[in-house]
């Protein structure tokens, strides 16, 4: 699976190295951002909270605002002399009251029911504010307050309704359309039988700001005296111009008390989720502070956008719902993270691998989740800006607060769990397995953590179920295909909804649903909405010569075409003309053929003074002089439009007709305003969407470290929105400015969950193929271990293969090419076979041939991304003698270096071979760089092991030409009692990969190059990995013999054409890399570049390079961590040197810093055994005695301990070293296998212990 991660991976080790610092100073990452948060909540004494519903819902571009405009330059309105509410040019001031008759009286126009509503209108008229003023100080209208036609024709006396014999819509000149409901007219006539609700309405000055204060007090005590109306009659309804935003207030109230306990119920849940029955791994506070996190970004981004001016609104108090949701969400990965990880790691480790694999996670989706945002936040409605720009900044400081105020408190936390102690009570408890004779109780609430459980992963009871049970079932075939098929059922059911969506927001979708508001509106509709719709303003906003009927052709053109629209009314009733009513003037008075002064004259002196046309006044603009008129206004009665559909159908057809005038036509209602975003709703929402999916798309290709996966992250949001858009139809919900919220959510939130999933997918260790599910089922699982073997083999399961298969503590993989045979098999052995490894994702397997012996990079790939942290390689013939006991795997082990800087230097000399030299040493410093001269150091244990093998060990083709005949097998024994060999910074030594243990730092040098043979791959590789592992203060050591190797038969003449390179590059090899310096700060740049170099020194070919760069690629992907780089390496000296023998028979110790020993006059045969020794171990006793100057018996006993080491059982020079140390040391001891014979101890008066008991003094020491 090919990965673009050229992003994701350097951004994923940054996290890692963040990871760690928070975990090492977690509190300045607890206390800044409280601080912040602190800061920042200041900011909320300036929030300024908008509450206009004409602002925060409509488009800022939408044209109504634009025809507002145009009208207000020529129309103007005094709203407390001349006010004609349909004339009005916005939605304000208003009172409006529905009355509905009670127990089942479906005639609002009984007398009864005409009497108390007409009381009530007394009463609301006679109403007092505070002040003690009532309507008719507050009111607007002409000539006196505002009236409502019904009354006015019933001159306020229910009884005259009985005689009124009313017409509907039009009674003479008053028009009831509007104040009636449900009206049953008398067979096909115009006469009223009933009307089912009256409506009244009452309209305060609201002009400017200052009346709008003032009537808002009237405004305020009318809402307070409907809501304690209370009538037997009467079902009451009523709503004002102030009801939308004052609900919505009281909703951002209701929000906030509900918040506190949607809140306290996501926290008891987060405890909930975050606890489990182990008291150390079971974190409950780690819940609640998820809470807190998600708080704290709440606090941040409410206090700094209301500190730098940015306006509040109340649709914003639902943004703490959606970040508490993402904050639980990013902590729950963290947690799930955290699980994923061993607790037998430190807490920086730990630390480091969470935010390797959550931050990584969670900085993708909150990415996303910020887009989706910042494109809401370009929208045109003010609303959807101002709640995406809050919510977007909150989601950016609820990240950074999770990856460091979280963070800090995960890693305070994991410090309790790393110390083993309880969750609650924070003290250290007993692993379950260790408190078996602990009583119940402590049993049962107070143990927690394992020592023995090696893997030492937490896993959590749900994560559980969706791995084993959940997952599983989902992927068996019958599984996708109901999937699928419900998938296209749901998919094609959205579709449907897409194409009938109904669209742009009403105004009753604004208040609650259990308010007066909503009941208002409801009513409305029921009774009014539904044949009687807006008065429609037409201006025509150019100066035109109206006297000339000749030209107004162009004006009667247009009001044909309106008429002609399916909208509006042609019944001359519903439409106000002045131009025709002044026509009818001028005929009734035969007033004909005017000119331009007698038209203008007659309109101003005589037409317009008349009762019944004054209101004309409000429609007509003259010029100043008053000799032309520059604007006019025609009003035009619509029919009822009972959806957001019909209301843009309306809106868009009378402006079509406005625009295909040949006149400057502006057609204008208030409702417009609102209307305006159904016209741009879907147009802002797809480009929303268009937007977010392409931004969605290229994070994803960014973050996503594979381009498939992100292209289904993409569709899988555009799914979802399909989904949300479609499924709106069948649940009654428009697409408004609120549900193009929701939608952004649904952008962002679609993005969380596929993310998260897409990205694990990526990244996560490559599934197991079938091939080895079912072989493991045949097997079991895995052993629970990290120690693993890897062998390759091209036979049936041999003796030694068998013998490390018993090895319990050990997993055993088995790796194949094409020589081995297809049908291997052995109980307890993984066998990875090539069917098996074309299955796997690495990068390395195009790089590999089939019949390689360097197929067993896949096998340590497999072995790492299956939890190995150490891995033992060998080969099908050699056989462990100790059961890999002797290979450390403690942090610190005692060992000996070469006392002088050497180039090389050959291990087997050391171990008693001197004559032998392993494969690959170069051939022209055999025999060089021999001594018996070394340093005892404490030193890290060496990352690299390579084990002595007895027998038959790796030497190369000449020696065993040279040594051997052709039917006679080598029988090499080394010294079993040598301590391990260290090798310092610049010296090498080849070492194979046949009896070789590798430490988890040291995975990386794993890999065997393919261009060069079978026989010079591991050799190549091991000076390739020595010079990179000086990079990071680690080293290699040779380990005593621990092994036995019965060859397999090869030819040595084909060995030898194999190792033809050995011989003739070796050397130059090892010079090229005493030489080479890495100029990378990191080690991964640092092994691509040695592996390129090597390919221009012509050491291997550019294949080999290419093998490199994948190999690295692979360990990235599969989770592996390379170490630090550091600048040299770092040992503890152990205060004594160690001179051995040639033959290694026994080892003295030396104090380093002793003085110059005088040697005195001694017994004959005690000087002649003296001599005898040193000569023979190289120390020349005369020479040593002649440089002496002050020749005395014995100088004062040195006051340091001399200790001495036999590595076998030789004692008889026992008496030798007396003679040479006796005197000179506060105390001489002797250390060795087993005890001397008892004369010794007695003729000597020796101090001796066995290695048995030095052990018990020196904990951790080679074994």
């Not at 790089?847 to 340590?860: C, Q, V």
């Not at 020595?1026 to 397999?1048: A, E, K, V």
Request: with cysteine; net charge neutral; aromatic share 12%.
């Amino acid at each position: 699976m090919m990965k673009t991660d050229c992003i994701e991976k350097p951004l994923a080790g940054l996290l890692c190295r963040l990871g760690k610092i928070v975990a090492r100073y977690p509190w300045p990452f607890i206390v800044i951002p409280v601080i912040i948060s602190g800061g920042c909540g200041v900011g909320l004494l300036r929030l300024k909270n908008v509450v206009d519903t004409e602002y925060l819902y409509t488009p800022d571009d939408g044209p109504a605002k634009e025809e507002r405009a145009i009208l207000r330059r020529y129309f103007t309105m005094d709203w407390s002399t001349n006010f004609q509410a349909t004339r009005s040019l916005t939605l304000d001031g208003y009172a409006r009251v529905i009355f509905i008759p009670k127990d089942g009286n479906k005639n609002a126009l009984s007398t009864e029911i005409v009497q108390e509503i007409i009381d009530i209108d007394a009463k609301i008229r006679a109403l007092k504010t505070t002040d003690g003023k009532t309507y008719d100080y507050y009111c607007a209208g002409s000539n006196g307050c505002y009236t409502n036609n019904i009354l006015e024709i019933l001159n306020y006396t229910a009884s005259n309704i009985n005689n009124a014999n009313l017409t509907f819509p039009m009674f003479h000149q008053r028009f009831l359309g509007t104040e009636l409901g449900g009206v049953k007219l008398q067979g096909d006539g115009e006469l009223v039988e009933s009307a089912e609700a009256i409506r009244l309405q009452y309209y305060v000055r609201y002009e400017n700001a200052s009346n709008m204060a003032v009537s808002d007090v009237w405004l305020e005590a009318f809402k307070s005296s409907m809501l304690s109306i209370d009538t037997d009659k009467l079902n009451v309804h009523f709503l004002t111009s102030k009801s939308l935003t004052e609900e919505l207030q009281t909703a951002t109230t209701g929000i906030i008390s509900k918040f506190s306990i949607t809140y306290t119920i996501l926290c008891v849940f987060s405890i909930l989720s975050c606890f489990m029955f182990d008291w150390v791994r079971s974190k409950p506070w780690l819940g609640f502070i998820g809470a807190i996190t998600a708080c704290l970004a709440i606090l941040t981004s409410l206090g700094l956008l209301c500190a730098v001016g940015v306006e509040f609104t109340s649709i914003v108090a639902t943004m703490p719902f959606l970040i508490i949701g993402i904050g639980l969400d990013d902590m729950f990965i963290q947690i799930s993270a955290w699980r994923q990880t061993s607790y037998h790691k430190t807490v920086e480790e730990r630390m480091g691998l969470t935010f390797k694999d959550a931050a990584m996670s969670i900085t993708l989706t909150s990415l996303t989740n910020t887009l989706a945002f910042c494109i809401g936040a370009i929208t045109s409605f003010p609303s959807v800006r101002i709640f995406c720009l809050f919510t977007g900044v909150a989601v950016i400081f609820c990240y950074i607060y999770q990856i460091t105020f979280f963070g800090g408190c995960m890693s305070l936390i994991g410090r309790r769990e790393h110390t083993n102690r309880h969750c609650y009570a924070c003290i250290e408890v007993l692993p379950k397995e260790e408190a078996g004779n602990k009583p119940l109780m402590y049993r049962v609430w107070c143990t927690g953590g394992s020592k023995t459980d090696k893997k030492g992963i937490t896993v959590h009871s749900g994560t559980e179920f969706f791995k084993t049970y959940f997952g599983p079932v989902l992927m068996k075939p019958i599984s996708k295909v109901l999937v699928i098929l419900i998938f296209l059922g749901y998919l094609g059911v959205a579709i449907w909804g897409v194409f009938n969506l109904k669209e742009g927001l009403e105004l009753k979708n604004l208040a609650p649903d259990n308010s007066y508001a909503a009941s208002f509106y409801q009513h409305e509709d029921t009774y009014f909405n539904s044949i009687y719709g807006l008065r429609l303003q037409v201006a025509i906003t150019q100066p035109l010569d109206y006297w000339n009927i000749s030209s107004l052709g162009q004006l009667d053109t247009l009001i044909d075409d309106l008429k002609q629209s399916k909208w509006l009314f042609t019944n001359e009733t519903l439409i106000e003309n002045w131009i025709s009513d002044f026509s009818n003037y001028l005929e009734i008075t035969r007033q004909t053929n005017l000119n331009s002064t007698q038209f203008i004259d007659t309109l101003k002196g005589q037409f317009l003074e008349i009762p019944g046309y004054e209101r004309y006044k409000l429609d007509i603009v003259f010029s100043d002089d008053g000799s032309a008129i520059l604007a006019s206004r025609i009003l035009i009665q619509s029919r009822g439009q009972q959806n957001a559909n019909q209301q843009r159908e309306f809106m868009k057809e009378v402006r079509d007709i406005a625009k295909s005038s040949e006149l400057k036509v502006t057609v204008f209602h208030p409702a417009f305003i609102f209307f305006d975003q159904y016209s741009v709703i879907l147009v802002n929402t797809l480009q929303n969407i268009g937007v977010a999916v392409g931004v969605m798309l290229f994070v994803a290709l960014l973050l996503v470290p594979h381009p498939l996966c992100a292209i289904w992250v993409t569709l899988s949001v555009c799914s979802i929105s399909t989904g949300v858009i479609g499924y709106m139809t069948h649940w009654d919900v428009n697409l408004d400015s609120i549900s193009m919220i929701n939608i952004i959510l649904c952008i962002g939130f679609s993005v969380d969950y596929s993310a998260h999933i897409a990205y694990h997918f990526v990244i996560s260790e490559a599934d197991i193929p079938k091939g080895i599910n079912a072989h493991l089922a045949s097997i079991g699982p895995l052993k629970n271990t990290d120690k693993w073997i890897i062998v390759t083999t091209i036979s049936s399961p041999t003796e030694d293969i068998k013998s490390l298969a018993k090895l319990t503590e050990w997993q055993l993989l088995v790796v194949a090419d094409t020589k081995t045979p297809k049908d291997w098999h052995f109980d307890g052995v993984l066998f990875l076979s090539l069917d098996a490894q074309r299955s796997l994702r690495y990068k390395v397997l195009e790089h590999i041939p089939y019949s390689s012996y360097s197929r067993k990079n896949i096998g340590y790939l497999f072995a790492i991304q299956h939890g190995a942290k150490i891995i033992y390689e060998t080969d099908d013939d050699n056989h462990p003698t100790n059961g890999l006991k002797s290979f450390v795997t403690t942090d610190k082990m005692y060992g000996v270096v070469p006392s002088t800087n050497t180039t090389l230097f050959n291990p087997y000399a050391y171990y008693g071979q001197p004559t032998t030299w392993p494969r690959g040493y170069p051939l022209e410093y055999i025999g060089d760089n021999i001594t018996s001269e070394y340093n005892a150091v404490h030193w890290n244990t060496a990352l690299i092991q390579q084990g002595a093998v007895h027998g038959d060990p790796d030497v190369d083709a000449i020696y065993r030409l040279t040594r051997k005949s052709s039917s006679e097998i080598l029988k090499i024994t080394y010294d079993e009692y040598m301590p391990p060999l260290f090798y310092p910074k610049g010296t090498f030594v080849p070492w194979n990969s046949q009896n070789t243990l590798f430490h988890y730092g040291a995975f990386w040098g794993l890999i065997l190059p393919v261009t060069v043979t079978s026989r010079v791959t591991d050799i190549w590789r091991s000076y390739f990995t020595q010079t990179l592992l000086w990079l990071i203060d680690g080293h290699l050591s040779y380990m005593p013999p621990n092994c036995y190797q019965f060859r397999n038969y090869h030819s040595y003449i084909d060995d030898a054409k194999q190792e033809d390179k050995l011989y003739y590059q070796a050397g130059e090899f090892v010079k090229f890399l005493s030489s080479w310096k890495c100029k990378a700060n990191s080690l991964p740049l640092c092994i691509q570049l040695l592996a390129d170099t090597m390919v221009h020194k012509g050491f291997w070919d550019i294949a080999d390079a290419k093998l490199v760069r994948a190999w690295l690629q692979d360990l990235l992907s599969i989770g592996y961590e390379f170490p630090i780089m550091r600048s040299e390496q770092r040992m503890e000296p152990v205060d004594f040197s160690i001179t051995l023998q040639s033959d290694n028979r026994f080892a003295v110790s030396i104090p380093s810093n002793s003085k110059q020993i005088y040697i005195g006059q001694k017994k004959s045969k005690i000087r002649k055994l003296y001599h005898n020794t040193c000569n023979r171990y190289k120390y020349t006793g005369r020479s040593h005695e002649s440089n002496q100057t002050n020749k005395q018996e014995l100088i004062q006993p040195n006051p340091i301990l001399l200790l001495i080491i036999f590595n076998t059982p030789h004692y008889e020079t026992i008496p030798y070293i007396e003679a040479l140390y006796d005197g000179h040391f506060v105390k001489t001891i002797y250390c060795g296998p087993e005890k001397p014979n008892q004369k010794i101890l007695e003729e000597w008066e020796i101090n001796f212990i066995t290695y048995e008991q030095a052990r018990d003094y020196f904990p951790g020491s080679y074994n």
